[in-house]
C-alpha cells in the first residue's frame, strides 16, 4: 500500500542506525517516530519555519524537505547530539542565559542553525548570523537575542570576554 520498505543507514549524533523506512517518509517523521529524537520539532512541514532545522554533514538541513532515504549514508546531528552528558553545548548555555529561548519551539531548529554556522564559520559578523538564521522563523519576535545569544558564543570562542 505505502510501497516497500527500504533500508536507511545513516550516523545520528555519532551513532550508527540501520533501519527500514517508507520510501516517502520524510526524515523529520523518521527521526522523530521512529526515533524518538523529538528534540526536532515539527512545524509547517512546508519548509517554511525551520523548526525541524538538523545538520547533515556540516550544512543546516530542514528535516522536513528531505525524504529519510536521502540521508543514507550521511553523517546527521540533531539536538540531541549537542551535549556532553550534562554539560550543555556553548551555544544552548549562551541561549539559556541570555534569554533567547521564548516558547522553546522554535529553539532547537535555531540551534542547529547556529551550530552549522559556527562550524563553518567560527567568527561570523552580525549579518552572516542574521543571514544564518533568517529561515528559522519564530512567533515570539525572539530575533534579536538569538542573534545576540550567538554573538555571545562568537566572543567566547574567539577569545574576547
Ligand atoms: Fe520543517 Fe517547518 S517543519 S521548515
Known sequence: MNGELKELKLTINGKPYELKVKPQALLVDVLRKNLRLTGTKQGCLTSSCGACTIVIDGKAVKSCSILALQANGHEVTTIEGLADGDKLHPIQEAFIEHGAVE???????????????????????????????????????????????????????????
Open 103 to 161: 516558547c522553546g519551539f522554535c529553539t532547537p531548529g535555531r540551534v542547529m542553525s547556529a551550530k552549522a554556522l559556527l562550524d563553518e564559520n567560527p567568527n561570523p559578523t552580525r549579518e552572516e548570523i542574521r543571514e544564518a538564521m533568517q529561515s528559522n522563523l519564530c512567533a515570539d519576535e525572539g530575533y534579536v537575542k538569538y542573534i545576540e545569544a550567538v554573538e555571545i558564543v562568537v566572543k567566547k570562542t574567539q577569545g574576547g570576554s
